[in-house]
Structure formats: C-alpha cells, structure tokens
C-alpha cells in the first residue's frame, strides 16, 4: 500500500460527499495520529473494513485500535496484502 492509496481510502471515509476535498499525506504527517487529521471514530471503523475488503486481510478489533498514524496503517497493510492485490 502507498500513501496515495491511504489517501484515497481516507478521502472516501472522511469526505464521502466531497472527493475533492483530498485528504493528503505528506511524509511530514505520516506519523500525525489519525484523530489529528480528521479522522473520527466512524471514520476509522469505515477505513479498518474498506482495507479488509480491498486488501482481503482480516483486521482485528485490537488491530484497528493501533492503526493510529497513517505510518502504522501503511506498514500493516503492506506486511499483510493479498499478492497480487491493489
């Protein structure tokens, strides 16, 4: 997974009505907890099931509570994706 395609899945969770208004992640923010950037608790719930589904991973409960920074969900989507997936 790259920070663009974080920043796609968040723009879609955060900004469901809006897609331009972009939710970007510059190196600078990757280690900026997630409630920092707007992103609410349904958010993360919505973020935690579109990556289970675009990436056929299984994300548990305990899991998700630690994607707190954009850098944690990138390295564990990366270490766990599909082969072959997005």
């Known amino acids: 997974m790259s920070p663009a395609e ?3 899945v968040l723009t879609r969770v955060v900004h ?3 897609p331009d208004r972009r939710v ?3 190196d600078e923010l990757l280690d ?3 409630d920092d950037l707007d992103v609410d608790s349904l958010s993360r719930a919505e973020m935690v099931a579109v ?3 675009t990436y056929r991973i299984d994300i548990s409960d305990e899991q998700a509570a630690a994607l ?3 850098r944690a969900v990138l390295e564990f989507v990366s270490a766990r994706a599909t082969p072959g997936g997005p």
């Open 68 to 70: 707190d920074t954009p």
């Open 6 to 8: 974080l920043e796609d």
């Open 24 to 26: 970007l992640l510059p």
């Open 32 to 34: 900026t907890p997630l």
């Open 51 to 53: 990556l289970g589904d």
């Open 16 to 18: 469901p009505d809006d």
